[in-house]
């Protein structure tokens, strides 16, 4: 037999692991792997930045529910993808990346793209391996990807110098194998503390369950529909908790959010954190009496904030409510009329908002406003692909277009929504779509049967879906050169891009007058008269120049995809944009609609849900860059 190079036993190694998909960027050194894993059968999805490729490599991770894998090169490779990282940590998702590095002989030496990658990551991942040698790669590998997957999901890295890469191992005998790694092991909960829960929730007078994305990547989703219906449950899905019990089910209280946090008194938290997204658990958002249950895989989350550490349990999120269940028995149903008017609060809220949403939506406006685009596109997307059929993935990303479509998109099925998460990380997007593509829709092969490797749906089904985006014009500049990823695997991807010439807010609907702000920022010396630099909400100028939030004026992004081999689609009226939106849904190529819509020039920049409750009382109001969503 002969011996095998370092890259062959890399890449042997990723497919003896399960590993079917790899997401990166090569050059030298890994190029090498890149090849010898596509000789292997492995996909490999070439990207433009590291960055969109490590979001998209985690996004894989939480879609599957195991983890997606990232190659690149070391040095500023490795710094790039050192996003990806972030990302995977703050959102528990289990990546594991892998990336090259100058010669072991050359350390310290100042080599080609030199950087002691295992010193920087360290801390930053869960697991940092450097193989001393051909012969234990394998076994390298292996452990990364098992440490990135048990407990909490995380980040494994294995730093790979070129001299390994290149090298040849003195012996096929003496090369370690790796192999298929099994499902991470399955906690239960104390059954002492199931107890305290179940008394809990049976005395309770308005009782809500919070819903997580961690239910969804558990794929805990049939005890928890099962939870829900058996005991009358209201409950709340976070933004990428949503379809594990469907968004159409009557005891959802996402349109009542803020009447249902005030008045719940016990609250089970299945997935989610008590972290910015539900406000710590604090008053005033919640009620100050509320009792908070937490079912996390991670002990370290467990009595965080408002959480109570003698109520929370660790283990696995169906294993968990599937016992809850077992202990709250057949005979115990919540009544809602017999304790209080909660229910009655939470539907009179959620009619109220609904009817203002509606109204929205119904306004004919122009240039057009976020609500009136979306309830076109809904209405379109819904006549070709009913909700009920779980056949579209969406993303969101961007201030406006992430916040506002979270409540207009409605899904049935869980891992059908993917946004800027934990972090509200603008730039995730493109590389979320390409994961969710690979996800469930991978290419055709006649000699490979097997399912794709996500799956959400009427009975878990694996089947083909179309991955829509909605993306801000300040958001899609993140990525926009990942369209031309998508074209090149023909990844028939929808994205919407919602231009309002701005970060937040633009600054105009006039060309002319955005021309002359544009004059005076660029020509100060020709406005030197003026007393003021710029303009805002509170103290408007005559003659203003250009904010620090402002964008182009009406930017052609659709021309990237036309560009790029895709189809691309201005569109200023509801008329165009229906006819874009169908033709972008049944177009077979990467497809974007570049929708005007009204600037929102002189709008504050408040985001209610950053102010502190206990301790701020309102106060704060700092806000982040476009990831500043009300979530």
């Not at 079917?20 to 890149?34: D, Q, R, S, W």
């Not at 950087?115 to 001393?132: F, G, H, M």
């Not at 809904?378 to 909700?387: C, E, G, R």
């Amino acid at each position: 037999m002969a011996t095998p190079s370092g890259a062959r036993v890399i890449a042997q190694s990723l497919r003896d692991i399960g590993v079917t998909v790899i997401f990166g960027i090569v050059g030298i050194p890994v190029v090498e792997v890149a090849e010898e894993a596509i000789n292997l059968g492995i996909r490999f999805i070439g990207f433009r930045n590291e960055q969109a490729a490590s979001y998209a490599a985690s996004a894989y991770g939480y879609l599957t529910g195991k983890p997606g894998v990232c190659l690149v090169v070391g040095g500023p490779g490795v710094l790039h993808a050192m996003a990806g990282i972030g990302n995977s940590n703050a959102n528990i998702f289990p990546l594991l990346l892998l990336a090259g590095s100058s010669e072991t002989h050359l350390v310290t030496k100042g080599a080609f793209q030199e950087l002691d990658a295992i010193s920087l990551l360290d801390r930053q991942t869960k697991c940092s391996i450097r193989p001393p040698s051909v012969e234990v790669i394998p076994s390298s590998i292996q452990n990364a990807y098992r440490a990135s997957w048990y407990g909490r999901p995380g980040t494994g890295f294995v730093d790979l110098p070129a001299d390994l890469i290149q090298g040849i191992a003195e012996s096929a005998d003496d090369v370690q194998t790796a192999s298929l790694v099994p499902s991470p092991p399955i906690n239960s909960a104390d059954l002492s503390r199931l107890s305290k829960v179940v008394a809990l929730l049976q005395n309770a007078h308005a009782p809500l369950v919070v819903i997580g994305k961690g239910a969804a990547y558990a794929s805990a989703e049939a005890p928890i529909r099962q939870l829900i219906n058996t005991y009358n449950l209201p409950f709340l899905p976070t933004p990428m908790g949503k379809g594990v019990v469907a968004d159409s089910h009557p005891l959802n209280a996402a349109s009542a959010r803020s009447t249902a946090l005030k008045e719940a008194d016990v609250v089970l938290i299945l997935g989610a954190r008590l972290n910015w997204i539900l406000h710590f658990g604090d008053s005033p958002k919640w009620n100050p009496a509320a009792r908070f249950i937490q079912v996390d895989i991670s002990a370290e989350e467990i009595g965080k904030n408002a959480g109570d550490a003698e109520l929370g349990i660790v283990g696995d999120i169906g294993t968990v409510v599937s016992q809850l269940i077992d202990s709250l028995g057949p005979h115990w149903r919540y009544n809602p009329h017999s304790t209080s008017a909660y229910i009655q609060h939470i539907h009179n809220s959620a009619s109220r908002n609904e009817a203002s949403a509606s109204k929205k939506a119904s306004e004919k406006k122009s240039p057009m406003t976020y609500a009136q685009v979306f309830s076109c596109i809904k209405s379109t997307i819904h006549s070709l692909s009913p909700p009920e059929d779980g056949n579209v993935v969406y993303i969101s990303e961007g201030a406006n277009t992430m916040d506002i479509s979270r409540s207009i998109f409605p899904v049935e099925y869980p891992r059908l929504r993917l946004d800027a998460g934990t972090c509200a990380t603008m730039g995730v997007g493109l590389g979320y779509a390409i994961a969710a593509h690979a996800a469930y829709n991978p290419p055709s092969q006649p000699s490979n049967s097997t399912l794709s490797e996500g799956s959400s749906g009427p009975q878990g089904k694996h089947g083909r879906k179309k991955i829509v985006a909605f993306e801000g014009d300040s958001a899609i500049g993140f990525s926009a050169m990942e369209i031309e990823t998508m074209a090149r695997y023909g990844m028939d991807i929808l994205i919407f891009v919602l231009n309002n010439g701005g970060v937040y807010h633009g600054d105009s609907d006039d060309e002319t007058e955005w021309l002359d702000m544009q004059a005076r920022t660029n020509h100060p010396e020709s406005s030197a008269g003026d007393t003021a630099a710029t303009t805002s909400s509170n103290n408007p100028h005559p003659h203003p120049r250009l904010r620090s939030t402002s964008l182009s004026f009406q930017t052609r992004y659709d021309k990237i995809a036309q560009g790029c081999g895709g189809k691309g689609h201005l569109v200023h009226t509801e008329e165009e944009l229906e006819q874009a939106t169908r033709a972008g849904f049944q177009s077979g190529v990467v497809t974007l609609v570049n929708v005007m819509i009204a600037s929102g020039k002189g709008a504050k920049l408040e985001f209610g849900w950053q102010a502190s409750g206990k301790g701020g009382k309102g106060k704060g109001k700092g806000q982040g860059r476009e990831g500043g969503a009300k979530l």
